[in-house]
């Protein structure tokens, strides 16, 4: 195996070791990730754009450590950042063509926090557009094919992200989680994700889908290397109104406390009885329930907990969602920036701003906000809107008692592993129903991570298992899943990752 | 622009019962915007002044300026409001080119301050309660100019500018209940409520509340409804209009005037008012039609996700209430005692919207009666004469400034006249415009002197008359003295030189 071929697949935190101690240097490691993307990204289509400064970015990281500076614990690790974050040197279009080539005049706050502690941006990674889908195939670019099955989907919105850190063409990853955008596509790629609690990282230089719902969180194949980046761009930001002002521990020294051991003994897991077992694929359910049975042997408590309103989170989520990006999605009107359609004739800015978004959008999106428009709208907004928001009252009330009871919510990532690209893509209710179980996290405000808990019997594709911890908990979650994490690599005799197909002719 | 018949207005108001209402929008004269830490600025290069949020740039995100709650509250308290120990942002969504996120923030059914009332005095000395219903916060838009087209409006333009300074600068909507019983006096209840409204906001210091530039702009909603005899039920409310953006308060009382007879002009010809925003044009003293509105119209408002609700302390309430200046009818009382004017000086001040000015004036120096003379005087008839508003065209500091120089004998009255014109026409402070025009008194005897000795040559029979006692004959030397000094001279002065001259 090539120098960089062994590169690419260490974890962030054994690259971030051999940067620190000049094993390795930046720009090696950037140079093979680069290396690793031109080699596979023809076949996987993770990323929209290929940074042409990362590897002048690398080369000054190593400059400032040959200098002695004292540099953060991931500097010079190389970065695949969705392109729901703006950036000042990339494009950000949130995989819409109405944002082709757009360029931010500031970046996104995660964007600057990962730049100042020496990360370095390889490239923005493909997305459904502007985050609406789980499969990346409504990406206005073309699809994300999954590193494991090219002819299936990787996930979505962040299928690009999940799907880089899978076939290793980046270490870490960013992404954005409004339903399962981040948890999904981990799920389905056999990677981890993680979606902070609401507040608990910045959306100042998200693109906005659903405000109320948006966070962005860390895209990896480890727990202790989504820990890392979640150290970087956490905590609180001025210019997002909606960031909390805690404290947080490390996540990455709760990822370590994990991995050592006895987080498991005691701990109280729950065990939502309403979710059932029909719609589930028996695969993602038996892989769910040796996952379990694993937590037990190392001792977890398993306890049975109700959660009578999850089952309409769906439905709330699918009015909320909607009506939030229907306000947040106007901005795009061709009049200050972004694509411009001039009609024939003698057009007027309202005839403008109509052709520009019937050209600039696709019809997920448009089919979007008109559902928010609609939900909205004088006379029907307690109908629906209002009752979206009370069920998100009650979803909370639901997780306020089971976290009176257990420490930590389990649930499978998804219903079904990785389906075939173009399987779904007429069937939106379908679509919409695979986010199930991650979407009562968004709705009411608590982290979630999912984490690989083996392959399905009968196709062979990974799948995730779901924590769910208390708001402000995220550190429980690092250190519950770094503990199965480290139980299971144990169990297969090493990481999922290494089960999946060699792709590129060197991995 | 047809003309619209109109009723007499006594007669209107024999038949119909006028019930109005307002909407005034003040900008805070906060540093940076609403949301964003761009400059609050006025009169700039056009989209200078701007941050992510105010152009809705991808991923920008708003955040809420504390200053301009701070104002908000204080303004509310001044309202005799109550303040929301909790209230909520809300979008309100449309599309319009001004807009850069084609939604404003503002407050919807969660205000920070309702439930109030102010008392404003009319000119005779009347007091109304005005009822307030509500003061809630939010952005301002940016400016259109629409270029080419007959209408200067976007309909018909061949293209429209638009600069996003004003974008997000912060706003205080002060809507009232609707007002009845106002009678005949309605126009005037109108003007003298924006009046006093300017009155508080400029007291607190929170809005420089020129409304030249749009810092105070008035809706003036006007409805009518049959009159019924004495002991029957009263009609239900007629259709409004909504006179939008009135920018001044003579334009105000002049508009709901118009209103009146417009509309009973229509309901006694058996027509029906539309409901409808009407634009005022100052030129023509008329009102015309803007866009239809109904109580339906849909903003689709909800909360705004993106902010987290206000929710100020008891204790800065408290704070800010104990800092509230004495509310506008008891400084009114007291300045009028202070400043010694009778009450027909009193009301010209008053009733001209120049209480503010005044008070400012005398602060800066000016006596009392001086700063009355310049602001009722002078200042207003130019102000007549340009049908602006008095208190547009020039700074109270400018005016102590220029009665600073008539008592220091720099200036005459009549250059002093001259000195403001440069004022108002924006040449710079008196001190400025008398440099740059050259108009001070010449105080040089000398040159003084040589003038007198030039006039008395040509006049040679002067100087025996003022021997011989005939003071007055000086006179027709003062004249060609002033004439060949341009004005610039004190007469006073030349007089005394003259009869110096001659011995006396």
Not at chain 1, 232 to 245: A, E, K, M, N, Y
Not at chain 2, 82 to 101: C, E, T
Not at chain 2, 211 to 220: H, Q, T
Not at chain 2, 332 to 358: I, P
Request: hydrophobic residues 40%; aromatic residues 6%; contains cysteine.
């Amino acid at each position: 195996m090539s120098a960089g071929a062994e590169l690419i697949r260490l974890t962030a935190a054994d690259l971030a070791d051999k940067l620190a101690s000049g094993e390795v240097s930046s720009v090696e490691a950037t140079q093979a990730h680069l290396d690793r993307i031109a080699a596979v990204d023809a076949d996987i289509h993770a990323f929209l754009h290929v940074s042409d400064h990362a590897l002048g970015v690398a080369a000054d990281i190593d400059r400032r450590r040959a200098a002695g500076e004292k540099l953060g614990p991931v500097a010079g690790v190389p970065l695949a950042i969705k392109d729901v974050l703006v950036t000042t040197d990339m494009p950000s279009t949130s995989g819409s063509r109405i944002l082709e080539g757009y360029l931010s005049p500031f970046d996104a706050t995660v964007v600057a926090r990962s730049r100042a502690a020496g990360l370095v941006p390889l490239g923005k990674t493909n997305m459904d557009e502007f985050a609406m889908g789980s499969s990346t195939e409504h990406s206005a670019y073309g699809p994300t094919h999954n590193p494991w099955d090219l002819d299936r989907i990787p996930g979505g919105s962040g299928g690009g992200s999940a799907a880089a850190v899978a076939a290793f063409e980046a270490p870490l990853a960013l992404g954005s989680d409004t339903g399962g955008s981040i948890r999904q596509p981990a799920h389905v790629t056999g990677t981890v994700g993680l979606k902070p609690t609401y507040g608990g990282v910045s959306r100042y230089g998200a693109i906005a889908l659903a405000s109320s719902l948006d966070q962005v969180g860390p895209v990896t194949r480890t727990v202790l290397d989504a820990g890392l980046l979640h150290d970087v761009i956490g905590g609180h930001d001025p210019r997002d109104s909606t960031s909390l002002t805690d404290v947080w521990p490390s996540f990455a020294d709760a990822a370590r406390e994990g991995a050592r051991g006895d987080v498991l003994r005691g701990l109280r897991v729950g065990v939502i009885k309403e979710l059932p077992d029909s719609g589930f694929q028996p695969g993602v359910s038996g892989s769910f329930r040796s996952a379990l049975a694993a937590m037990e042997a190392g001792g977890a408590e398993l306890v049975e907990i109700s959660a009578p309103h999850f089952e309409f989170g769906v439905a709330a989520y699918y009015l909320i969602l909607p009506a939030e990006a229907s306000s947040n999605l106007a901005k795009f009107d061709s009049v200050r920036f972004g694509m411009r359609v001039t009609p024939s004739g003698t057009p007027t800015v309202e005839g403008v701003m109509a052709a520009t978004r019937e050209a600039g959008f696709g019809d997920e999106v448009k089919r979007r906000i008109i559902l928010g428009t609609y939900a909205l709208s004088a006379g029907y907004y307690d109908a629906y809107y209002g009752s979206a928001q009370k069920v998100r009252t009650l979803i909370q009330r639901d997780f306020d008692a089971a976290f009176a009871q257990v420490d930590v919510i389990a649930t499978p990532s998804a219903p079904t592993t990785a389906f075939r690209l173009g399987e779904k893509i007429d069937d939106p209710m379908q679509m919409y129903l695979n986010d199930v179980t991650t979407i009562p996290a968004n709705l009411a405000g608590v982290p979630g991570i999912s984490i690989p808990s083996g392959l399905a019997e009968e196709d062979g594709l990974p799948v995730g298992i779901q924590f769910l911890a208390p708001a402000r908990q995220d550190a429980r979650l690092y250190r519950v899943g770094a503990a199965l994490e480290a139980l299971l690599v144990d169990s297969w005799g090493g990481p999922l990752l290494d089960r999946a197909p060699v792709r590129g002719g060197v991995a | 622009m047809a003309k619209h018949k109109l009723m007499d207005f006594d007669e209107a108001l024999e038949l119909f019962e006028p019930v109005v209402g307002f909407e005034v929008h003040v900008e805070l004269n906060t540093k940076t915007k609403m949301f964003s830490a761009a400059p609050n600025s006025f009169g700039r290069e056009a989209n200078t002044d701007l941050a992510p949020v105010d152009l809705g740039l991808p991923g920008s995100l708003p955040v809420v300026n504390e200053q301009a709650v701070k104002f908000s509250i204080s303004l509310g308290l001044a309202l005799g409001c109550q303040i929301a120990p909790s209230s909520r942002f809300a979008r309100k969504n449309y599309f319009y080119p001004d807009l850069g996120k084609n939604y404003q923030i503002s407050q919807y059914d969660e205000p920070i301050a309702f439930e109030g009332s102010v008392e404003v005095e009319l000119s005779d000395g009347t007091r109304v309660v005005v009822p307030i219903e509500r003061a809630h916060m939010e952005e301002d838009a940016g400016k259109l100019t629409h270029v080419g087209g007959s209408t200067g409006r976007i309909q018909g333009a061949e293209y429209s500018l638009v600069d996003y300074n004003r974008a997000g600068v912060p706003l205080v909507e002060i809507v009232t209940k609707p007002i009845y019983g106002t009678e005949h006096r309605a126009p005037e209840i109108a003007k003298a409520y924006v009046q006093t409204i300017r009155d508080i906001v400029l007291s607190l210091g929170i809005s420089d509340a020129k409304m030249e530039r749009g810092n105070l702009r008035c809706d003036a909603n006007v409805s009518l409804r049959p009159r019924v005899p004495a002991g029957e039920p009263a009609e239900p409310l007629g259709t409004r209009t909504e006179t939008k953006n009135v920018n001044s308060m003579r334009s105000v009382e002049r508009a709901v005037r118009y209103e009146i007879q417009r509309q009973a002009a229509i309901l006694a010809a058996g027509g029906s008012i539309t409901q409808e925003t009407r634009h005022w044009h100052e030129d023509t003293g008329t009102t015309s039609p803007g866009r239809p509105k109904s109580d339906a119209d849909d903003y689709r408002y909800f909360p705004e996700p993106d902010l987290l609700p206000v929710v100020p302390s008891a204790e800065l309430i408290d704070e800010l209430r104990a800092a509230l200046p004495e509310p506008p009818a008891e400084r009114r009382r007291r300045l009028k005692t202070e400043w010694g004017f009778s009450d027909q000086e009193f009301q010209d001040v008053a009733n001209g919207g120049l209480l503010a000015e005044v008070a400012a004036t005398i602060e800066a120096g000016a006596t009392p009666a001086s700063a009355r003379k310049w602001w009722t005087g002078e200042i207003t008839r130019v102000a007549n004469a340009q049908g602006r508003e008095a208190a547009d065209l020039v700074a109270p500091s400018d005016v102590a400034a220029l009665q600073g120089l008539v008592d220091a004998g720099t200036l005459t009255d009549k250059l002093a006249r001259q000195v403001l014109e440069g004022v108002i026409l924006g040449e710079g402070t008196p001190q400025q415009v008398i440099d740059q025009r050259g108009l001070a008194v010449v105080s040089d005897d000398g040159a003084l002197i040589l003038a007198i000795d030039e006039a008395l040559a040509s006049q040679p029979d002067v100087m025996a008359k003022i021997r011989d006692g005939k003071v007055q004959a000086a006179g027709a030397v003062i004249g060609a003295v002033m004439k060949a000094m341009k004005g610039q001279a004190d007469a006073a002065r030349v007089r005394e030189l003259i009869l110096e001259r001659a011995g006396q």
